[in-house]
């Protein structure tokens, strides 16, 4: 909160490397900080999110996902760690999810194709790409930069979503910090900005139609022009203004 976010997101990841393991039930916030802070800037409390990644070596772990599990809808984000060039094409077409990661710690094991991103676009499904990785160690730089550099040639900056899975405080980086970051990355100002804004935000949308199996709908209001303005002014009202 006091490097300018007012959302946040509490992540609990099941690798079944280390063990089965079953989906629980997440952590309140309000159990880990009895008293939220305020955002720096404003009266507002932050918010803070809970959020389940499974990361996925092989196609039976997927069906963690598919069940019917209860505990499953009381997170807000849903993301899938894929292994492996056949599990990341089924979490873009068939998964519902909110987030695909891409690994940036280590050379990519197949190349991105540009069907099963396009699909996962359409679904509204978010790519997200890690920062803390490439501040830790150089080998790891070069590795987060060209995985997202093969990433953007087929997505073209469409759908990114720019996080850090920081783990301690001085892990992280204010969001001007991080989209000078997706510069590097291969995306454009625009789309660097809205990896830490408003495609972070489409994706806690995405999470409540996910929650609510309803649609979410919110409006912005977009500024008339001023030739539209002037069509719509009455003819007295548009010769007081010509004088």
Same mark, same amino acid.
């Given at each position: +909160?006091?490097?300018?976010?007012? %959302? #946040? ?6 690798? +079944?490397? /280390?063990?089965?393991?079953? *989906?629980?039930?997440? %952590? ?6 009895? &008293? ?11 918010? !803070?999110?809970? @959020?389940?990644?499974?990361? #996925? ?8 996902? @598919?069940? =019917?599990? $209860? ?6 984000? *849903?993301?899938? +760690? ?17 987030? !695909?990661?891409?690994? !940036? ?6 190349? +991105? ?7 996962? *676009? ?9 920062? =803390?990785?490439?501040?830790?160690? &150089?080998?790891? @730089? ?18 990114? #979503? ?28 625009? /789309?660097?900005?809205? $990896? %830490?804004? =408003? ?19 919110? =409006? !912005? ?13 009455? $003819? ?8």
């Amino acid at each position: +909160f006091s490097v300018g976010y007012s %959302v #946040v997101a509490l992540n609990h990841v099941i690798d +079944f490397k /280390e063990k089965k393991q079953e *989906i629980v039930k997440p %952590v309140s916030p309000l159990e880990l900080i009895p &008293s939220l802070p305020i955002v720096q800037g404003t009266s507002k409390r932050i918010k !803070v999110l809970t @959020r389940l990644t499974l990361v #996925v070596s092989d196609p039976s772990h997927c069906n963690l996902l @598919r069940s =019917t599990s $209860a505990n499953i809808r009381l997170y807000d984000i *849903i993301a899938v +760690f894929p292994k492996t060039e056949k599990l990341f094409h089924i979490a873009c077409t068939t998964l519902d999810v909110d987030l !695909v990661c891409i690994n !940036v710690t280590e050379k990519l094991p197949f190349y +991105f194709r540009r069907p099963p991103v396009n699909m996962a *676009i359409d679904r509204g499904i978010y790519f997200e790409l890690l920062y =803390t990785p490439a501040i830790k160690d &150089s080998t790891m @730089r070069r590795y987060t930069i060209s995985n997202a550099i093969s990433l953007m040639q087929i997505c073209k900056g469409k759908n990114i #979503v720019i996080s850090s899975a920081a783990e301690r405080p001085l892990e992280l980086r204010g969001p001007y910090d991080v989209s000078n970051l997706g510069l590097l990355f291969g995306l454009s100002e625009s /789309e660097a900005k809205a $990896a %830490v804004s =408003t495609n972070c935000r489409a994706t806690m949308l995405h999470g409540e139609t996910r929650k609510s199996a309803c649609g979410i709908v919110y =409006t !912005v209001k977009k500024p008339r022009k001023v030739e539209e303005e002037e069509t719509t002014l009455p $003819a007295c009202k548009k010769a007081k203004t010509q004088a």
